[in-house]
């Protein structure tokens, strides 16, 4: 079943978990350089001190 295309996407399950997975790792690095670049502009300009 796995070899099937029947979802709505096209993706066979193991190429929808392939393209999770770089999702999810383009999510984690978003994320961890919107954290960094937050706290140099609070060290530079603090807000809510």
């Known amino acids: 079943m796995s070899d099937q295309r029947g979802s709505i996407s096209g ?3 193991d190429e929808a978990k392939e393209f999770h997975q770089f999702y999810v790792q383009g999510l984690v ?3 961890a350089i919107a954290v960094i ?3 140099l ?5 603090p807000w809510f001190y």
């Open 11 to 13: 993706l066979t399950d």
């Open 29 to 31: 690095g978003f994320t």
């Open 37 to 39: 670049a937050h706290i």
């Open 41 to 45: 502009v609070w060290a530079w300009r």
